[in-house]
C-alpha cells in the first residue's frame, strides 16, 4: 500500500532481498537499513504502526522460511532443544505486552552536534511503542528444563539472530538471567508485532522483546537461545552499547570498563514543534508535543516544559492511551513498559523573537534527566537523555 | 563511652527519655531530635558506626519493654495476628541485608540555598550505610497466611511505628505489596543494627528496612502491619514525603498529584574537602572523596569527579568495602542495596585561585545527576540529587 520497493543495484547485493519500506521514513543508513519516522508522526498514534516503527538493522534481513525456522536452546540440562514455530506457538500460552523500543543512539545527533561522536545520525525518533505476542521466555526455560540446579551457575540468557555479518558471524547479545525469568520482567520470544505476524524488518518469523531494556537485546529473527554464566562475547555486547565516560577518547577506550547497556535511563523529547520553526506572534501560545518513556519498568509521572530555556516550568498533560478513553489504571510497580504521549499549550512572554522549548521527565523513581548533554557525552554517542531543547521564532 | 547524655529540661518533657547521642553529631532539630555525621566522618567507614549513623525521627523516642512488645499483622485470611519479640526472633531464619538509608531530605540545603524550602536543613549525611539483621518480611507474611487470594486485591503494606504524636497519631507509611513480598526485595522486619540490638534512635526493638526505598518508608519502633488494598492514609505517604513540580508552592500544591516517594534516583556526593576549605597551591593535586548509590537496588557504576565545575571529568576510584580486601563481586541485578565510597587525587591548573569540585554518579540503568537544583527544586526540598558542588581556594 503505502509501502514501496527499493531500487535494488544488483541481484548479487545481499540487501536485495530486503523487505519495502515506508517512504516516509527518513533514512539515516539504507544498506544496512536504519530509518526512523518524523517526528510530528511519531506521535500522532500511541500505537506505532508498525511501518512507521523505528527499524535498526545490523545486516541484510534474513529470509527465513517459516516451516524450516528452528529456534535452539542451549546450556539447558537436558541438552540443546530444538523448536519449531508451530511448536513455539501451541506449547506455550500467547502473551501479550504493549512495550516502547528505544535504540540507545536515539538523539545521538543532538550529542554530535555538541562534540563529534561516531554512530547513526539519530534524531529523537528512535523510538516506538507497538503490542507484541508471543511466548513467555520463562515459560519456555522452565519448560524445558531449566530449575535451580542450573540457576545455580547460570548469570546470564544469551541469544543469536539469523541475520549474519560478511564472514557469517551472527548478530548477539544477552540479559541478565533475573530478567529473563522473573515473573514480572514479560520479556518474550514474540512471534506477533500489533496483531500481526512480526514484519521482515522487525525479526520475522520471532525476536525476543525485552521490555524496559535497549533495543539492542532485543534481538530479532532470533535463532539460539544459550543460557550461560557468562554474557554474550558478541561485539555488540562487550564492546559496542557502552556508555563510557565523557573524557574517554577512540584512543583511551578499555571497554571492559563499562557495563553493557540494559536498563535505560529516564527520557522525554518534543516531537512538535520542529526546531526552526516559526510559530504566530498572534497566537500568544505554543502548543508542544511528545513523549516520555524510562527504562526497568519505571513509569514516567510527570513531564515537565519550558518556553523560556528551563527557567520557568510547567507540567504537561498525558494523553489517553486510546482516544476517546479514559486514562488507564498505573501498571504494577516496574511493569511500566510503554511510553506515555504528552502535550500542553503555554503562553509565551509579549514581545518575544526567539522561544527555547524544553522537555524533561520525571520517573517513578525520581530520577530525571540531566540538564545539558557535555557532561553525558560519550565517544559512541549512546544514552543521550539530557533535556531536549527546541528553539522556534516568533513572527 | 562516646556518648554523653543530653541535658533535660524537666521530666514532663516527652523528649526526657530520649537516649543519649554521639557528640559529634550535627543536630539539625533536637526535639525530635535530627543529626547527622559531619561528612568527613561519614565516610571514613564503609559500614557506618551505629553512634554515627544519621538520625531522623518524628517524636519522641517510645520507651519499649521488649518483654512487652507485640507486632500486629493485619489484613491476612487468618484475622490479626500478635507475635512477640521472641516469636519473630526464633519461627524465622535471621536474614542479614547491608543496606543503605537515605532521608529523602538529604542535601537540602543547597536547595534550600537556591531557593527557600521548608523542612529540616540537612547537609549531605543524611544517609549512611549499615548491616541490619532480621526475618524477611515475606517470610513473616507468608507464614500467616499470606496467599494469592489476599495478593488479588492488596496492593500495599502498610507500617505502623509506636511513635506517637501529641493526638496519639502514630508515624505511618507503606510500600508496594511486590517490593514487600518479592524474593529479591530483601525486605526485612530487622531485630539487629551492625551486629547488636537495633539502637533506640534507630527502632529498638523492631523496625523495617526497605532496601533502595526512601528513609521514610524504614519504619522504626514498628507496632504494626497492615496488608491492604490502599496506601497508608499517613500524613508523611499522603502529602509529605512527595516530589512535587518546580513550579508548585504552597499556595498551589495539589498533594494528590504526585506519587509517594519510594526508591530513590542515583545520588552522590563530596565528603573531603570541605566546601570553603583551603588547599595547598604547592600540592598541585586535590584528594576529593565521597559516597555514591543508587535505588532501587541500582548499582553505581561510575562516579565522574571535575576539579573545574564540570567542564571536564575524571572517573573516580571505589573504595574496597572492607580495607585490604579485594572489591567485592557485583552483586545480583536490583540487589545493589549499599553505597560505595570513592576517591580520586586530581592534579589542578596551574595558578588557579579557586577550584569548583563537582562529583556525579551513573547507576546500571545509565541514569545520571541533573546538572543544577533549580529544575529539580521542591517546596519541600526533596530529592536533591543535582551535581554535588565543593568551592575550595587555593593558597
Ligand atoms: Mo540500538
Ligand atoms: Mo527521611
Redesign the interface.
Known amino acids: 500500500e503505502d509501502c514501496k520497493k527499493q531500487e535494488i543495484a544488483n541481484s548479487t547485493d545481499p540487501y536485495s532481498t530486503d523487505p519495502p519500506r515506508h517512504p516516509a521514513l527518513i533514512v539515516n543508513s539504507l544498506k544496512p537499513f536504519n530509518g526512523e519516522p518524523p517526528p510530528a508522526l511519531l506521535t500522532d498514534n500511541y500505537i506505532t504502526p508498525s511501518a512507521l516503527f523505528f527499524k535498526r538493522n545490523h545486516f541484510p534481513v534474513p529470509q527465513v522460511d517459516p516451516s524450516k525456522y528452528r529456534l535452539q536452546i542451549e546450556g539447558l540440562l537436558g541438552g540443546t532443544i530444538s523448536l519449531t514455530l508451530e511448536e513455539l506457538k501451541s506449547r506455550f500460552p500467547k502473551h501479550t505486552v504493549t512495550a516502547t523500543l528505544q535504540c540507545a543512539g536515539n538523539r545521538r545527533s543532538d550529542m554530535h552536534k555538541a562534540k563529534q561522536v561516531k554512530g547513526l545520525n539519530w534524531g529523537v525518533a528512535a523510538i516506538s511503542n507497538a503490542t507484541w505476542s508471543g511466548a513467555r521466555l520463562r515459560d519456555v526455560l522452565y519448560h524445558y528444563g531449566f530449575d535451580t540446579e542450573v540457576t545455580a551457575k547460570a548469570r546470564h540468557v544469551q541469544f543469536e539472530g539469523l541475520d549474519l555479518d560478511v564472514t557469517g558471524t551472527s548478530y548477539g547479545a544477552s540479559i541478565?538471567l533475573?530478567?529473563a525469568v522473573s515473573e514480572?520482567g514479560d520479556v518474550l520470544l514474540a512471534y506477533e508485532m500489533n496483531g500481526e505476524d512480526l514484519p521482515k524488518d522487525h525479526g520475522y518469523p520471532v525476536r525476543v522483546i525485552v521490555p524496559g531494556t535497549v533495543g539492542a537485546r532485543n534481538v530479532k529473527w532470533l535463532g539460539k537461545i544459550i543460557v550461560s554464566e557468562e554474557e554474550s562475547q558478541s561485539h555488540w555486547q562487550q564492546n559496542d552499547y557502552k556508555?563510557f565516560?565523557?573524557?574517554t577518547d577512540w584512543d583511551t577506550v578499555d571497554y571492559k570498563s563499562?557495563?553493557a547497556?540494559?536498563?535505560?535511563?529516564?527520557q522525554s523529547a518534543i516531537t512538535q514543534p520542529a526546531d526552526g520553526s516559526i510559530v504566530d506572534s498572534n497566537m500568544e501560545e505554543v502548543t508542544v508535543k511528545g513523549y516520555a518513556w524510562s527504562?526497568?519498568g519505571?513509569e514516567v509521572?510527570?513531564v515537565?516544559v519550558s518556553v523560556d530555556g528551563?527557567k520557568?516550568?510547567?507540567?504537561a498533560e498525558f494523553q489517553n492511551s486510546e482516544e476517546g478513553q479514559k486514562p488507564e489504571l498505573s501498571p504494577?510497580?516496574?511493569q511500566a513498559w510503554a511510553w506515555k504521549l504528552w502535550e500542553i499549550t503555554i503562553p509565551f512572554p509579549e514581545g518575544a523573537q526567539e522561544l527555547e522549548l524544553v522537555c524533561?521527565a520525571?520517573d517513578?523513581?525520581?530520577?530525571?534527566?540531566?540538564?545539558?548533554v557535555l557532561?553525558?557525552w560519550n565517544l559512541r554517542g549512546v544514552?543521550n537523555n539530557s533535556w531536549h531543547r527546541v528553539k522556534v521564532k516568533v513572527n
Do not use: C, F, M
Request: net charge neutral.
Open positions: 541478565p533475573n530478567k514480572e556508555g565516560p565523557p573524557g563499562a557495563p547497556i540494559q536498563e535505560l535511563p529516564v527504562g526497568g519505571r509521572v510527570r515537565d528551563g520557568t516550568w510547567h507540567v504494577p510497580p516496574g524533561k520525571v517513578s523513581s525520581y530520577n530525571s534527566q540531566p540538564d545539558t557532561p553525558i544514552l
